[in-house]
């Protein structure tokens, strides 16, 4: 059994569509709120802080609701391009917007901008779930693990994909000093590349016909499957693995705590603790996103061979000690330098041996039919940490120290540890190939 790497990377298109957008959204809306409408930071901040809440309810919500459709072009592509198709047309109207705003302001463009804006949210929380099901959909349970790699891996390359259009069409040069920037072409060129993501999926993966195909391969192997048919057609969770998922959605939840805690105030915590400026800072999370990026499949390939809990708690544990280097670095030295570089791209590599690994597990607790629903499951969990951990970090280094930051990110990371040694299910190995076909992957 090996992945079909070329499928993979096709599925994984719509999740880079995703993440060219999401980089979007967080680099140019607050920029469009603060500067163009002058909202201040609290009303800009409960504006972008929307789409997490949203994502509580939505993500679940359409992850479920896929689950039961049925129609001629599958179960999840319907609610990929729908959303992609109302999100293109709606992220080109803020632009409008904004740009007629600095013409002439008025309340109605305001209140029309955050409408528009509310619409975009809702269009890219309806396919988000369905979209990042449909590689379980199509993949066997053992590989899950390396798909999972190469659909981060699209991800990563969907974000620096905009970030190289941003840089080439916005130099400091045109941007600096200017009354208004206008974002037009650059909300035209990502919506050309959601289009294109979208439509190669479409074109070349054919979803109803690959689904089957793994279905009748799980048919073949029963023991994949943990949850069991109650005779309604529904399927029902064994006691003991609904415990080992709560454990695991608790570890979701505390490792991104933990983890978005840094990149959420680094920036911050580095200006006051020791006086560095904003490129730093940025460095630093670049050089993290650089070590996840280049670990990606090769973590995919290592919990093939030793599973994907000892995986993760080794990437958890990695990610702690580096957390607790990060806060004996930050204050010993004066500047950044090399060794936090290094430090950095350490904790790039543990996020990915983590990240890799955990929706994966999820959805290995259920049959086809409830992936979607599981998928909520893990977005309900890794998006409530992520309205959370700004607040709590934020208000604990304001009533305490700046400096507590990594020792607070450090400990919800090793509280994610003992969660984890309580999950029983979710991991899959790839059986070792005897004799002759050991060598079958040698002509790939």
Known sequence: ????????????MAFLSICAFWQMYDNVIPLILTNTF????????????ADNVLALIMLPLFGSLSDKT???IGKRMPYILFGTGLAIITMNILPILDNSYFQEANQTKLISFVVVLGILLIAMGTYRSPAVALMPDVTPKPLRSKANAIINLMGAVGGIIYLGIAAFLYPNSKTVGVAHVDYQVLFIVVA???FVAVGLLFLFVKEPALVEEN???????????L??????????????????????????????IGYNGVTTWFTTYVSVVMGQGLGGASTCLLVATAGAIVSYIPIGNIASKIGRKKTIMGGIVLLSVMFAVGFVLTNIFKSINIVMYISFALVGLAWAAINVNSLPMVVEMCKGSDIGKFTGYYYTASMAAQIVTPILAGTLMRLISYKILFIYSAFFVLLSFVTMTQVRHGDQK???????EAFEDMGD
């Open 1 to 12: 059994m090996k992945l079909n790497y070329s499928r993979t990377l096709l599925v994984g």
């Open 38 to 49: 002058h909202l201040n930071e609290t009303y800009s901040g409960a504006i972008m802080a």
């Open 70 to 72: 049925n129609t001629k």
């Open 192 to 194: 050309a590349i959601m």
């Open 215 to 225: 279905r009748r391969l799980e048919e073949e192997h029963p023991e994949w499957n």
């Open 227 to 256: 949850a069991e048919d109650d005779g309604s057609g529904n399927e029902k969770l064994p006691d003991d693995v609904k415990r080992s998922l709560a454990f695991l959605l608790a570890s979701i939840a505390l490792w991104f």
């Open 430 to 436: 790839v059986e070792a190939k005897k004799g002759l």
